[in-house]
């Protein structure tokens, strides 16, 4: 067979679902079953109430648990945020050693340095 030409029925047809989102799909289903069961109507319309469910069912697979903790999170603890310094410069870092090092010596007295 040349290499690089079209292989006819070489992996699965385009749009179609992988076995790992299909079982992926069906844990979820049968998630929503049981949590159904315990609460029902619980989850109309809460995206965020039923992930929090799946993770904290222990009886879920640990990795479907953390794929809903994942997806969670983002809701629950918000991101940090990158912060620009506003202000100016003022000192060096050798003045502001000296400076620290005067503190220091009004605190502490000349003892507390090394030589």
């Keep these: 067979m040349p290499r690089g030409g079209h292989r006819l029925g ?7 679902r992988s076995a790992r989102t299909l079982d ?3 844990s979820i289903k049968e ?3 049981v949590l159904e ?6 989850f109309k319309g ?6 929090m469910a799946v993770y904290k069912d222990t009886r879920n697979p640990l990795k479907d648990r953390l794929a809903a903790a994942t997806a969670a999170i983002g809701y629950e ?6 912060v620009e310094h506003s202000g100016e410069m003022t ?4 003045q502001a050693l000296a400076e620290l090092e005067k503190l220091e010596e009004a605190a502490f007295g000349k003892a507390h340095h090394a030589p």
Aim: aromatic share 2%; no cysteine.
């Design 10 to 16: 070489a992996g699965r047809p385009k749009g179609s």
């Design 24 to 26: 992926r799909e069906r």
């Design 31 to 33: 998630a929503a079953i």
């Design 37 to 42: 069961g315990i609460l029902p109507d619980a």
């Design 46 to 51: 809460d995206a965020h109430a039923f992930l």
């Design 77 to 82: 603890k918000p991101r940090l945020a990158a």
């Design 91 to 94: 000192l060096t870092h050798e």
